[in-house]
């Protein structure tokens, strides 16, 4: 049996429920994870102390996948927030590497470099962020394309200097915490490591970064630098299934954009074309592309002309050519918009209803997101099948949630619920008839039929939902 364990980014639906649920698709999977009450969320700081008592009983585990962010600050939100000093966050890292390296065959392990949100919302950033957070974003991209150019930095005086001060030298701590992942990298503790950057422009201080680290990595081929944040750890899932499971032969994958003269544009909230978005993400899962003898068809739902985003622009897409579903194993990335499925798709996928050539959907939040997860659950399924060890109704289960959130919930229900701050849960709560009139849709197209749906919003916001299946 393979044993796996994982320490989450944190406690949201993304970043743990999809784990259990998709690995669950495999019988021959153990899966360890910590209790969900000790990782972080968007205002509480994970207990550490709790994550190492977890790490302390693990017993011969294959594969150890953990959010670095959760052992050194507590969380992905924390790592921003936190005033902990460099040393206390090493001794943390310290502990860990003891603990680990007693514990597990082999560590895949990824730490964020610390974004730059262009906007003024602190709900995930420090207290200031909510008056100069778009200034302190001009100035990073401005003071970064300068030094490229070599021009001269201009400093916008409007930011006081105690409060540049204090994000200069968060970042500077972290900067220096991830530098110090790459000597542990050198010296072989982590087998895999991945450094994610988050919502990238083309210039600031998180590029700067990245740039940097992935020079003094140059030469090591464990580590990478790569966009994305959420789907990383499904990344690091996906490349130890086939580690573990495709030894004797490399798994291929063949992208088929229904837009194909458009490959070359980029998504927004990153800094690659769709077409090396998926390229990454199908090597970061150590499978390969393959046009002629592939395992797996992943059909890319990719956008003509421009993203569009169901959230945070006024532009929203719909499928504009022909989906074509041959007689082979295959699965969807919908990533014609961001923050949400394609209406359009959805209802000409729904035509028909799934068959057993069907290895998943994914249309969640950004490009790389979507992409990442989507391969994790199709890969999932692909090997249990292969393995004679395939669970269909845990499948069906996670590709109903997927459904019920990237379409019915994020491009359908979202926008009442976040035009309805901060009453979100009332909103919620006026929406659930919606939701179930569209789960019946997927119940028909999946032929699976929960006797009860529960709805929630973990953080008390509408980014997030958490859907709970009982049968």
């Not at 964020?112 to 200034?135: C, L």
């Not at 077409?275 to 992943?298: G, P, R, S, T």
Request: glycine share 4%; with cysteine; hydrophobic share 35%.
């Amino acid at each position: 049996m393979l044993e796996i364990a994982v320490i989450p980014i944190d406690n949201r639906p993304i970043c743990y429920d999809i784990i259990k649920d998709t690995l669950a698709i495999n019988s021959d999977i153990k899966l360890h994870l910590p209790k969900i009450s000790d990782l972080g969320g968007l205002t509480a700081k994970a207990n550490i102390q709790n994550i190492f008592k977890f790490l302390e009983g693990l017993k011969n585990i294959d594969y150890l996948i953990v959010s670095l962010d959760t052992i050194a600050y507590g969380g992905l939100v924390t790592s921003r927030r936190t005033d902990d000093s460099f040393d206390e966050i090493k001794n943390r890292i310290d502990k860990f590497k003891f603990l680990a390296s007693k514990k597990a065959k082999k560590i895949l392990a990824f730490s964020s470099v610390m974004r730059i949100s262009n906007n003024n919302i602190n709900e995930e950033e420090k207290e200031y962020w909510a008056k100069y957070g778009k200034k302190i974003f001009d100035w990073s991209y401005n003071y970064h394309r300068n030094e490229l150019e070599k021009t001269s930095n201009t400093f916008d005086s409007s930011i006081p200097k105690e409060i540049l001060d204090d994000y200069l030298n968060t970042r500077k701590r972290n900067l220096e915490i991830n530098k110090y992942y790459l000597e542990l990298a050198k010296d072989g503790f982590f087998d895999y490591l991945i450094f994610s950057k988050d919502d990238c422009a083309k210039y600031g201080l998180n590029v700067k970064e990245a740039n940097l680290l992935a020079d003094k990595a140059s030469d090591l081929k464990n580590i990478k630098i790569k966009t994305g944040a959420d789907e990383i750890p499904l990344s690091l899932l996906s490349r130890a299934l086939v580690d573990y499971y495709g030894k004797d032969k490399k798994i291929s994958i063949k992208p088929t954009f229904l837009e194909k003269n458009s490959t070359h544009l980029i998504s927004k909230y990153e800094d690659i074309s769709i077409k090396n978005c998926v390229e990454a993400q199908i090597e970061l899962a150590n499978c390969k592309v393959d046009f002629e003898k592939y395992d797996l068809n992943m059909l890319i739902n990719n956008f003509a002309f421009e993203q569009g985003d169901l959230v945070l622009s006024g532009i929203v897409n719909s499928l504009s050519s022909n989906i074509e579903i041959s007689d082979e194993p295959y699965f969807i990335s919908d990533v014609n918009n961001a923050n949400g499925a394609d209406c359009a798709l959805i209802n000409k996928l729904f035509e028909t209803k799934a068959d057993n050539n069907f290895f998943g959907y994914c249309g969640y939040n950004t490009s790389a997101n979507t992409i990442g997860a989507a391969l994790f659950i199709a890969l999932s399924k692909y090997f249990a099948v292969k393995n004679n060890s395939y669970n269909e109704n845990a499948f069906k289960k996670i590709e109903f949630i997927r459904f019920l959130d990237d379409w019915g919930y994020q491009a359908i229900s979202r926008k009442f619920i976040r035009e309805s701050a901060p009453d979100f849960t009332p909103a919620l709560e006026q929406k659930k008839q919606e939701l179930n009139n569209n789960a019946k849709k997927i119940s028909e197209f999946l032929s699976y039929y929960p006797s009860k749906i529960e709805y929630s919003l973990p953080w008390q916001r509408s980014f997030e939902i958490r859907i709970e299946l009982l049968n």
